[in-house]
Structures are given as C-alpha cells and as structure tokens.
C-alpha cells in the first residue's frame, strides 16, 4: 500500500505568517518553556542585521496544519515551532509596548495587523492562540487598552501583573527581557525601535503546511527524527497522535496525554517515560547504551497496536503517581499505610533508580499476579535494602543498574514467586556481611564542629537512622522536624559525633540542651515524644555508664538483626 503525503512547503517572512491569518496551539502542547538563553539568542541574531543589512535571520522550519476559514480570517495548527512563534511574538508585542509608551501611535497602529487582526465581523482576533498560555493574550489585548500616559507613569512590571497569572512567569519573563532589552538598545530612539521591527518582520523560515493531522504529525516526526530539539516524552506523543487508529480516537487521546502532564508535570513526566522504559524494555538497555528512550518504545511498538501503547502508559501513569505523588488518606488516595511509608520515604530522599522495579511490582500487584504478602514483604525489603546499601553501606547506586532492568521486565512478562525471591537473593549477594555493616553503621555520625561529620549528607544519614530506629519502637509513629541531640559534648573527642551519642530530639528540648551536663539533659529528655530519647534517659537515670561506642555497637546489632532482618 502507498501512502502519499499533502503538504505545501516555501521559504516565506515573519509578515507572511502574521499577515490576517490566526494560529493556534492547542492545549495538548507543551507550555512556554524557553529562556534567557534562547531570547538573548534571537535579539543578538536580529541584532546583526544592523551590521549586514541584506542579512535575515534564519529560523529553520515550522511545521503547521491547515485549518477552516472562520469569519474570513484563514486558521492554522502549530504542530512544530511554537516556541520560536510564540518567542517572535512577544518580540513584536515588547516592539509596540515601547511604541505606544513613547506616543509613537502610527508605527504602533501600523504594527498592530502583525499581533491583533480584525474578521468579517469586525471583531478583533489575537493571531496567536495558546491555549496553556493564556496570559499572551492577556498582554496584548491589555496593551490595545493601556494609554500612553499610563505606560510612561507605571513600571513594566506594574503593567505586566495586571491581565498576566501566575503560571505563565514564563511568558512574564520573555516580555520583560525583550522590552528591558529593547529600550536600552534604542535609548528611546525611534529610528532604532522602528529598524528592530523590520528586523523581526523580515525573519525567515521554511512554512510546511499540511492539509491534514495524519500528514503533519508524520512532516514533524521526520524533522525531529534525531530528537535533538524534543523531549522524548514530545516525540512520543506526537508518535502516539500519528499513529492511534482509528483516526476518530485521535481527540480521545490527546484529552487523554493531556491529563497525564496535568497529573504528573513536566519533570515528572520525563522521569515517568525514562522509568516506563526501562518496566516495559530493561534488558533492551546496556552499559553506556545512548539510544533514546523514545527509539525504544518506537521500534518495540512498530507493527502493533497504538492504541494499546496509549493505554498501557494512561494506567502505568496512574500506578507512577503512587511514586511520585504518593498519599494514603483523603480524596487523592493511592497507597496502603506500607506503600505510603516507603514510597514517600524514597521520594524524600530522592531514590528513583527502584521506581522502574517497584512500577513492575505495582502492575503485577494490581493484576493479582502477586499476592498481598509477598507484595509487602518485597517493597519492604527493597526500602531495607536501600537503606543498608545506599545509606549505611554508601555502596554506588551504578552497581544495581543491571538488576533493575533485567528484573523489572522480567517480572512483567513471565512473572513468577520464585522470580521474585530470585530478585531479593541477587541483592542480598550486593550486600555487605553483617560484621562489615556492624562497623560500617557505627561510623556514622554528625556534628557541629569542625571534622570529618561536618557535611550535610552526614546529617541526612543520621537523621534517616534516627527515624528508622523511632518508628520500629513507636509502632511506625515518627514526628516530623527532629533536631540531632549529642548526649555528651561532639567538641570533645570524635566518637561523641558518632551514631552511638546522638538522639531525636524537638528543637525546643534541644535549646535547653546547651552547656549543661549529661545528668540535667536526661531530665530533658524525658519530657520528649521520641520514644527512643524517653527510653534512653530511663536507661541511663538508672546510674549506668553511658558509653557511646558501646551503645552504637547495640544499635548497629539491633538494626541489622530486628529491623533489616535479612538474615
């Protein structure tokens, strides 16, 4: 079967695209993501035509779909290049702020067509339509309003703040490089106003318009084809929208894309389809491997069902959320008591290389593939297991890559028990012996003074151990903003900085903690909700030596044989 494409495709100006046509980007595209970089790039680039003046600045291809005709005015799609077009326009909206500011209304007016066009109706249409940034045409239709006077008497920032919301800072930002810039090239010349205008109005670019979806979508597949411009998140979209079949459930899932970024965000999003990658393709990745997540997905899903790709990433997306958003009570509810207890510990401590793994375990637990039990007990041992190798045992996290590939799609295509006990007796071999963690977990410290405790991911640690130990005492019960307590003094020698002499303490019990002895602090932890603090001034009221290195040796034992149970 041959395929033929419909498309039109011509070298043409900024005033031929801006020129009583309308374009809209849809709701489902990215939002305004471009910074100080990319404008300070353009003006400079606009800017050398005032050295060679037969120079136009090239913008490279913008991809567009043809749309109907509404009350005489012709509308297009943006389907590639909204940044540059929606950077451009700001451009020429900072041009006529300045313009009116400066009373100059008859190259305001004249420039205006470029912005705002009128129907047959008589009504006045914003050429550019964003959808996600609605504070663009809030700007501009508050500039057609705004007088001279009031421009020359208020500060930019003082007109920006009115018609723009908070979202869009963005799109703040880019009105205020462009007319902060603007006015110190021209120091209020007119002349130079009016030449930065032409600059702009002469821009070049390559117009690919396309008559329908399908062939826009394919038209901006091959211009991207190496990904350089996009995130593979975008790419995989448009794959998606080109793809799905039949071409009437393209709608359906654009609406359904759409509530994937408004659920997860940008960042998010990204780390989702890296992790999703590797849940559904892990042993497809090798060490040092550059291929991009979005060529994965591509050549695995080449031949099948799109439809199928789509709804697979709609509820993997679901199952992320209790990763990354993770919440145990209310109307958002997506986690047991012991998902919300360890999801939102790793999230808290930034742990996202098991998120691939814990996914493939979400599914199979969704799918009763796994039963509740050894569901539990392995998320359990993970968080434990993170916990011993990353944190005690400071081993790096590179060591665990192969693991988590190989067992996160393993686990998704021929799932059994046994292979889930498989995965735990391959980590527990990554571990270190219960004498080499005994003497690891002793060194662990922190303090005020200068030393080798001094840094902030030694404070973390010691914090992570301190709740740990709290909640296996006091039935999962921690209180938030601990403070590090030394029972004796961390200035006198090193092992008082050490895991041995710290406790959990409230910054208020803390403050009374200060130069006093070791006898009056017990009185102080007393009054403490940590239960650990409480039994510890029990212990020691009793008249017994108090021992850091004796005591961090107990806990070190306890914490591996009570609370890490791997043996």
């Known amino acids: 079967m041959e395929f033929k494409m419909s498309f039109n495709a011509k070298e043409e100006r900024i005033y031929d695209l801006f020129n009583r046509k309308t374009y809209a980007i849809p709701r489902n595209q990215r939002r305004y993501v471009w910074g100080r970089t990319n404008w300070q790039e353009l003006f400079n680039d606009v800017l050398y035509r005032e050295r060679k003046e037969d120079y136009s600045h090239f913008i490279g291809s913008i991809v567009l779909k043809k749309g109907e005709i509404k009350d005489g005015v012709p509308t297009f799609t943006i389907i590639d290049g909204q940044q540059r077009i929606m950077t451009i326009s700001i451009f020429l909206v900072s041009i006529m702020y300045l313009m009116k500011k400066y009373n100059e209304m008859n190259d305001f007016n004249g420039t205006k067509p470029y912005v705002i066009t009128t129907n047959e109706s008589n009504k006045e249409v914003v050429v550019l339509d964003a959808e996600n940034n609605r504070s663009y045409e809030k700007i501009v239709r508050h500039l057609m309003e705004e007088t001279s006077e009031s421009l020359q008497n208020n500060t930019l920032t003082y007109f920006l703040e009115k018609p723009s919301i908070s979202i869009d800072k963005n799109i703040v930002a880019a009105f205020k490089f462009f007319i902060y810039e603007i006015e110190k090239y021209s120091s209020g010349d007119e002349n130079k106003i009016i030449f930065l205008r032409k600059?702009?109005?002469?821009?070049?670019?390559?117009?690919?318009?396309?008559?329908?979806?399908?062939?826009?979508?394919?038209?901006?597949?091959?211009?991207?084809?190496?990904?350089?411009?996009?995130?593979?998140?975008?790419?995989?979209?448009?794959?998606?929208?080109?793809?799905?079949?039949?071409?009437?459930?393209?709608?359906?899932?654009?609406?359904?894309?759409?509530?994937?970024?408004?659920?997860?965000?940008?960042?998010?999003?990204?780390?989702?389809?890296?992790?999703?990658?590797?849940?559904?393709?892990?042993?497809?990745?090798?060490?040092?491997?550059?291929?991009?997540?979005?060529?994965?997905?591509?050549?695995?899903?080449?031949?099948?069902?799109?439809?199928?790709?789509?709804?697979?990433?709609?509820?993997?997306?679901?199952?992320?959320?209790?990763?990354?958003?993770?919440?145990?009570?209310?109307?958002?509810?997506?986690?047991?008591?012991?998902?919300?207890?360890?999801?939102?510990?790793?999230?808290?401590?930034?742990?996202?290389?098991?998120?691939?793994?814990?996914?493939?375990?979400?599914?199979?637990?969704?799918?009763?593939?796994?039963?509740?039990?050894?569901?539990?007990?392995?998320?359990?041992?993970?968080?434990?297991?993170?916990?011993?190798?990353?944190?005690?045992?400071?081993?790096?996290?590179?060591?665990?890559?192969?693991?988590?590939?190989?067992?996160?799609?393993?686990?998704?295509?021929?799932?059994?028990?046994?292979?889930?006990?498989?995965?735990?007796?391959?980590?527990?071999?990554?571990?270190?012996?219960?004498?080499?963690?005994?003497?690891?977990?002793?060194?662990?410290?922190?303090?005020?003074?200068?030393?080798?405790?001094?840094?902030?991911?030694?404070?973390?640690?010691?914090?992570?151990?301190?709740?740990?130990?709290?909640?296996?005492?006091?039935?999962?019960?921690?209180?938030?903003?601990?403070?590090?307590?030394?029972?004796?003094?961390?200035?006198?020698?090193?092992?008082?900085?050490?895991?041995?002499?710290?406790l959990p303490l409230e910054e208020h019990l803390n403050q009374k903690c200060g130069n006093i002895s070791f006898e009056q602090k017990l009185a102080i932890y007393q009054d403490s909700n940590y239960k650990t603090t409480r039994d510890f001034a029990k212990r020691y009221a009793q008249n017994k030596k108090f021992n850091p290195r004796e005591r961090g040796e107990f806990l070190a034992i306890e914490f591996y044989d009570h609370i890490l149970h791997f043996e």
């Not at 793809?243 to 999003?269: C, H, S």
């Not at 591509?298 to 990354?324: C, F, G, P, R």
Request: glycine share 2%; charged share 30%.
């Open 199 to 502: 600059a702009v109005r002469d821009i070049e670019f390559i117009n690919i318009t396309a008559t329908s979806e399908e062939d826009s979508y394919t038209i901006f597949e091959i211009l991207n084809a190496r990904g350089l411009d996009l995130e593979d998140h975008e790419l995989l979209k448009n794959y998606i929208m080109r793809y799905i079949e039949p071409e009437t459930t393209r709608d359906q899932a654009k609406q359904e894309w759409m509530l994937i970024e408004q659920k997860l965000g940008n960042t998010n999003l990204k780390k989702f389809i890296r992790h999703y990658t590797i849940h559904r393709y892990g042993t497809q990745r090798s060490k040092g491997d550059k291929i991009s997540d979005y060529k994965i997905i591509q050549k695995n899903n080449k031949q099948h069902d799109t439809q199928y790709l789509l709804d697979d990433i709609v509820k993997k997306s679901e199952y992320y959320l209790m990763l990354a958003s993770p919440n145990f009570d209310g109307d958002n509810k997506n986690c047991s008591n012991l998902e919300y207890k360890i999801f939102n510990f790793f999230k808290k401590r930034r742990q996202e290389q098991m998120r691939p793994l814990l996914l493939t375990l979400i599914t199979n637990h969704k799918l009763e593939k796994i039963n509740n039990k050894l569901y539990e007990k392995v998320i359990e041992f993970l968080f434990h297991f993170y916990v011993c190798f990353n944190i005690i045992s400071k081993e790096n996290s590179n060591k665990l890559t192969g693991i988590v590939n190989k067992y996160s799609e393993n686990l998704l295509d021929h799932y059994s028990d046994d292979l889930v006990r498989n995965l735990m007796s391959d980590l527990k071999k990554k571990l270190p012996t219960r004498s080499q963690f005994i003497d690891r977990f002793q060194s662990i410290g922190w303090s005020h003074h200068d030393g080798p405790y001094t840094d902030a991911k030694d404070k973390e640690k010691v914090k992570i151990v301190l709740e740990i130990f709290e909640r296996y005492k006091n039935h999962d019960l921690f209180q938030e903003n601990m403070t590090i307590e030394h029972a004796l003094p961390d200035s006198e020698k090193t092992e008082n900085c050490q895991i041995g002499n710290l």
